[in-house]
C-alpha cells in the first residue's frame, strides 16, 4: 500500500460515490413522473361537454320564428347517471319572455344547463339561432375592475354602457365605490355585495347584445324593490332586452302575469305550459305553486304580489337616474377639460391602472431573506435537536478526517520484504472509522429529516390556523392562487426541498472545513491562497443568494397568477362557455404561462453562473493545494501530500447545491394575523373602504 493507489482509489471512489448517490433520485424521479402521467391521462380521459349537443347558429332569429327548439330532449348530468330532464318538447319564439317556475329540484336550472349543452343529450335535439347570454343563479365575478366585468372582452361603449349600469340598478353603486368603475371586484367578487354581484353579472348579459338571454333566477338575491326595477327595466316588456328572446327562471311568483309564455316544472318534466291566464283557468301545477307560496308561514317559492311602492322605484336604493344625472354621468364619461371630471373619475375608462386593489408586487418583499425566518424555521425544529444535528455532523467529518489522516500514515508505513508490518491493524481501524463515518452521516441525515418534518408539521399548522382566523379584508386582498400557491408549491418545498437543502448546506460546510484545515495544516503556504478562495466563496454566496430571492418571490409571484387564473376560469367555466369566450381565457392563460416560465430562466441562469464560478474556486483550491506540496516537497510526505491533494478534489463535483439552498425560504402571506385576542366594548362595524 503506498500514497499513489491509495488515495488515486479513494478519490476514485468518492467521484463514484457522489455519482451513484443521484440514482435514487432519478429513480424517485421517473416513479413520480409515471404517477403524474397515469393522474394526467386519468383527467384527459373524462367524460367532455359534447360540442354537438346543441345546434347553435350564430345568424340572428328572422322575425315570427322560432329561436329556441328542443324535441323529445332527454338529458343528464352524466352518460352513466339517470336522467334529470325526460323527454322535454320546447319552442320559444323570438321576441318571446318565458318564465320557467316550478317546486325546488324540478329540474329548472338544469334546462338551462341543457340549452347551453352542459348537460348530456341521451336523446332528442336542441337548436338556437343567434349569440346566447347566460346569468348563472351564483354570479360569477373576475377579479376585475367592474367595467371590466361588465364588457367582458367587448369593446367599451360608454353611452350604452351607462344605460346598462342604469337598468340594473348599479347607478348608485358605483356612484359609492372609492374608484367607480374602475374599483376592482375582488376575489371572487368579495369588494361587493351579493346582490350587487348578481346585478353586475346580470349587466355583463346585457352589455353583450345578444339575441337569446338565458336568466337563471337573477332576482333572488335582490331586494323585493331593486328586484322589481331591474324586472321593469331590463327583463319585463319595456325593458332594455325587449325584442330579444328570455327564458327567465325565477321564484318570484309576482312576475308571471307579465311573461308571453310560462313552463311548469315537475320531477324533470314538463306539467303545464302556456300563458298565464290560460294556466289560471286550467288550475293544474301552477295554481298549486301560487296557493303554496300565499300559505302563512310557508317559506314558498316566491311572492305572489308585487311590493308595495315599487311602480315608482326613483328614489329607492336601486332605482332610476337621480336628478343630478349630469354629475354622475361625469364619472362614467370624463371629460379631459373638466376638474371635476377628473376629481370625480379618478382614472379615465381606457387607463385602469393606479385604481382598485394593490398588487402582488407592491406585497413583494425585497431583498435577502431575513435572518428571523431562518430563526423561524429553526425554531420550528427544535434548539436541542439542531445542536444533536451540528454534533452529529461534527462526529462524521471527524471520523471522516481521521480516516484520511489514518490512511496517510498507512502510506507512508515502511515495507520490509514486500509487506508492512501493520497492514492488518491499520486495515481494521481504517474499516472502523469508515464505519463511524458512514453511522454518524446516517444519523445526521436523518436527524435533518425528522427535523424537516417537525418543522413543516408546526409551520403547516400555524398558516392554516392563522389563514383560517384572519379578517374578511384579507381575503379581499389576498388572491386565491396566492393560497394555493402557498398550501401546495411552497408547502411542498418547506416539506421536502428545505430538510434536503438543509442537509446539502451542512454536508458542503463541514467538508469544506475539513478540506481547509486538512491543507492548512498539511502544507501551511497555502494559508495565503485559501483565504482569498473562502472570502470569494462568501461573496459569490452572498450575491447569488440576493438575486436568487428575488428571482424565487417573482417566479412564485408569477406561479399565483397562473393559479388564481385557473380557479376563476374553472368557477366561470360555464358562462365561459355560454359567451363562447374560450378563446380569449386560453390565451390569457398561455400568457401567465409564459410569463411564469420568463422568469424561471434567469433563475437557472443564476444557477449556471453560481456552478460555474465555484468550480473555478475549487479548481483554485486543488492548484493551491498541489503547488504547495510540490513546493514544500522536502519536508512532506507522500501519505500526506496525498491525503492534502485528494481532500482538496472533494469539493469539485457538486459544491453549490447547499448553497444554493439559501435562496429557498417562501416568503410568507401579508396580512395574516401574529396572535387572536377577543374583546367586545360598545361595539360598533362598517364595511370596508371600498364601499362593499
Partial sequence: MDAEKAFVTLTVLNILNKAQAFLP?????????????????????????????VDLSPSRCPAREDCIRVQEGTFAWARESPPCLHRINLTVPRGCLLAVVGPVGAGKSSLLSALL?????????????GPVAY????????????????????????????????????????????????TQAGEQGMTLSGGQK??????????RRAAVYLLDDPLAALDAHVGQHVFNQVIGPDGLLQGTTRILVTHSLHVLPQAD?????????????????????RKGALVGLLDGARQPGDGGEGETEPPAGTKDPSGS??????????????????????????????VPLDDPEGTGQPKEEDNMPY?????TMYLTYLRAVGTPLCLYTLFLFLCQQVASFCRGYWLSLWADDPTVDGRQTQAALRGWVFGLLGCLQAIGLFASMATVLLGGIRASTLLFRKLLWDVARSPIGFFEQTPIGNLLNRFSKETDIVDVDIPDRLRSLLMYAFGLLEVALVVTVATPLAVVAVLPLLLLYAGFQRLYVA???QLRRLESARYSFVCSHVAETFQGGTVIRAFRAQGPFVAQSNARVDESQRVSFPRLVADRWLAANLELLGNGLVFAAALCAVLSKAHLSPGLVGFSVSAALQVLPHPQPGLWGAGRTPWPLPGGPSRTQVQTSNHLGKHSSTGA
Avoid at 348578481?198 to 352589455?207: D, G, K, M, T
Fill in 135 to 182: 346569468v348563472p343563479q351564483e354570479a360569477w365575478v373576475q377579479n376585475t375592475s367592474v367595467v371590466e366585468n361588465v364588457c367582458f372582452g367587448q369593446e367599451l361603449d360608454p353611452l350604452w354602457l351607462e344605460r346598462v349600469l342604469e337598468a340594473c340598478a348599479l347607478w348608485p353603486d358605483v356612484g359609492s365605490l372609492p374608484a367607480g368603475i374602475h
Fill in 117 to 129: 349543452g352542459e348537460l348530456s343529450k341521451l336523446e332528442g335535439s336542441v337548436s338556437i339561432q
Fill in 198 to 207: 348578481q346585478r353586475l353579472s346580470l349587466a355583463r348579459a346585457v352589455y
Fill in 261 to 281: 309564455c310560462i313552463v311548469v316544472l315537475e320531477d324533470g318534466a314538463i306539467a303545464e305550459m302556456g300563458s298565464f291566464q290560460e294556466l289560471l283557468h
Fill in 25 to 53: 433520485f432519478s429513480i424517485h424521479s421517473v416513479v413520480q413522473a409515471r404517477v403524474s402521467f397515469d393522474r394526467l391521462a386519468a383527467f384527459l380521459c373524462l367524460e367532455e361537454v359534447d360540442p354537438e349537443a
Fill in 367 to 371: 431583498g435577502r431573506v431575513k435572518a
Fill in 547 to 549: 438575486s436568487s430571492c
Fill in 317 to 346: 336604493a336601486g332605482g332610476t337616474r337621480p336628478q343630478d344625472g349630469p354629475e354622475r354621468s361625469m364619472k362614467l364619461v370624463p371629460e379631459k377639460d373638466s376638474a371635476t371630471s377628473e376629481a370625480q373619475m379618478g
